[in-house]
């Protein structure tokens, strides 16, 4: 069982960056993938970043590559989604979640854990 608690969130103006963190308690974060969701008004969750639970593998969904950096650390169970020159269209609520097993992640069905959420606005 893993729970998962993200922080981060906020409001903030196009161009700006934000680092989300996602705590993890349970005995199963070092061997787990984590990926990070998103969801805004009307659309579907989509998955954002995913990093294995080596730490050694990362996917970014393909537009935003180079812009958000996926990254865990291991001594603090914690993964983190840093984001830079953020723009109106990454308004969401970002998700973390856990899949539990070993490896790569890269469906929504896979990952068996979920945080409650934290809330990113861009205004432009």
């Known amino acids: 069982q893993v729970q998962l608690g993200e922080s981060g969130g906020g409001l903030v103006q196009a161009g700006d960056s934000l680092r989300l963190s996602c705590a993890a308690s349970?005995?199963?974060?070092?061997?787990?993938?984590m990926g990070w969701f998103r969801q805004a008004p009307g659309k579907e969750r989509e998955l954002v970043a995913a990093?294995?639970?080596?730490?050694?593998?990362?996917y970014y969904a393909g537009s935003l590559e180079g812009r958000f950096t996926i990254s865990r650390e291991y001594g603090k169970n914690t993964v983190y989604l840093r984001m830079n020159s953020l723009k109106p269209e990454d308004t969401a609520v970002y998700y973390c979640?856990?899949?539990?097993?070993?490896?790569?992640?890269?469906?929504?069905?896979?990952?068996?854990?979920w945080g409650q959420g934290t809330r990113v606005t861009v205004s432009s």
């Open positions: 979640a856990a899949s539990g097993d070993y490896g790569l992640a890269l469906t929504l069905a896979a990952y068996k854990y």
């Open positions: 349970g005995r199963t974060f070092s061997t787990s993938g």
């Open positions: 990093i294995s639970s080596s730490g050694g593998r990362t």
